[in-house]
């Protein structure tokens, strides 16, 4: 792959601004322009005091975890690292049908790009040093590099089966969740270089994770068989394996079954969310026990999890269907509240939709989704709570990123900061 010369630049910057949390309090961005920003996390000034709550013991080489409150203070309004601040401020979706990425300029809500990826590109996933993203070209197996500083692309990476990309909490290894083949392949996030390191689970429909508290395991879901894997992904060893509730399975859907879709993590660690497609709503699963707690019905094809910029409310997006391909369903945004696991917001697209997955502007003032049925680009205002704008793009938009975004470090899917 040619890089340029932001991407051959060593990449230390993120694991510096890890380390400097560690004398830094929990702040919140200024006045920060759409883009920009004040500098990396650790200096932003102003924000919530340090938390008095005892320190979280993280798995080694983890950065570490500034308020074991809120697992998502560093990802706050504009708390951009030093190594994303000058990033061009973009939007980048992946349009599955048509084998592209669509570039959007997010302070105009117009294309200003589009480039060939690979076959079935699925999301944008930012690296763990945040110097690189890569569009998942999940049928071409490969990867398509893209350089954040300029919004170019770069020669394709060849891996087999990239459903989903991850990353672990040390950032030493780059996870390939390759759906197809029930397996979690461990690499080096730089070279993707495939190996023998591979989990093999019995987890049909293998597609999305997020880690606990401290970094030590991984919560994946089974979209095939209504069920989540936890996995101790230092010793690689299965933990145990979950079967979600099907008390709310609808009928008519495309399985007789729950469907889990995107899992988030509680800003305390307490708590999994695991949005279900076929449920119509969000399991709610004790991390330490690894049993369900509740569930609440949220909305029809209940499927990504995004937390808000002051990790206080869970925004959760209802696709429309509980089958594929169904465009201008009844889809839109429940928001819940974290501390109190109840609905407090209900917010239906305007004439229907399709909303995949996607992630905030730096500012957290808007929210932007893959429409993935009805090919276009949905913009949420967090503010008005209105549906402002949808943006025509390729076929099939689905997990796309904006960028930047706050935080020392990404775990991988559409934007998952810490």
């Not at 910057?13 to 500098?39: F, I, K, P, R, Y």
């Not at 197809?180 to 730089?190: C, I, Q, T, W």
């Not at 049925?373 to 390729?394: A, L, M, P, R, S």
Request: aromatic share 8%; hydrophobic share 35%; net charge negative.
């Amino acid at each position: 792959m040619q890089l340029s010369p932001r991407l051959r630049r060593a990449r230390v910057a993120a694991v510096v601004v890890g380390a400097s949390v560690l004398a830094a309090s929990c702040g919140g961005g200024g006045d920060v322009q759409a883009g920009g920003g004040d500098g990396d996390a650790a200096g932003a000034e102003g924000g919530a005091p340090v938390s008095t709550a005892a320190p979280i013991d993280v798995v080694p080489g983890m950065p570490p975890v500034v308020d074991p409150t809120n697992l998502y203070s560093e990802t706050g309004p504009n708390m951009l690292a030093d190594t994303v601040k000058d990033d061009a401020f973009r939007v980048y979706v992946p349009n599955e049908r048509s084998g592209t990425v669509t570039v959007i300029d997010p302070t105009t809500y117009e294309v200003i790009d589009t480039y060939a990826t690979g076959a079935i590109p699925q999301h944008v996933v930012p690296a763990w040093d945040l110097e690189t993203l890569y569009a998942l070209n999940n049928s071409g197996n490969s990867l398509t590099p893209i350089d954040p500083a300029t919004g170019e692309d770069g020669k394709n990476i060849p891996i087999e089966d990239p459903y989903n990309l991850y990353f672990t909490p040390d950032g030493q290894h780059a996870i390939i969740v390759q759906e197809a083949l029930e397996r979690l392949m461990f690499v080096d996030p730089h070279t993707f270089e495939e190996t023998d390191d591979v989990m093999q689970l019995e987890c049909a429909g293998l597609n999305h994770i997020d880690f606990s508290i401290d970094g030590k395991y991984l919560v994946a879901t089974c979209e095939f068989e209504g069920a989540a894997v936890k996995v101790d992904w230092v010793n690689r060893t299965v933990l145990d394996k979950l079967v979600l509730d099907d008390a709310n399975v609808v009928e008519g859907g495309y399985q007789n079954l729950p469907m889990p879709q995107d899992v988030r993590v509680s800003p305390d660690g307490s708590t999994f969310y695991f949005a279900d497609m076929i449920s119509d709503g969000v399991h709610i699963v004790d991390a330490a026990t690894f049993t369900e707690k509740a569930f609440l019905k949220t909305g029809r094809g209940a499927h990504g999890l995004y937390p808000s910029r002051d990790g206080k409310q869970l925004y959760v997006i209802n696709r429309g269907a509980n089958t594929f391909d169904v465009p201008s369903g009844p889809g839109g945004i429940t928001i819940i509240d974290f501390a109190t696991n109840e609905i407090v917001e209900q917010h239906p697209i305007p004439g229907g939709g399709s909303p995949d997955m996607g992630n905030f502007t730096p500012d957290g003032g808007e929210l932007w989704l893959g429409g993935r049925y009805d090919h276009v680009v949905y913009v949420f205002d967090t503010q008005t709570k209105e549906f402002t704008h949808q943006i025509e793009v390729g076929r099939g938009p689905h997990g796309l990123t904006v960028w930047p975004q706050p935080g020392r470090y990404s775990l991988g899917h559409t934007g998952n900061m810490r």
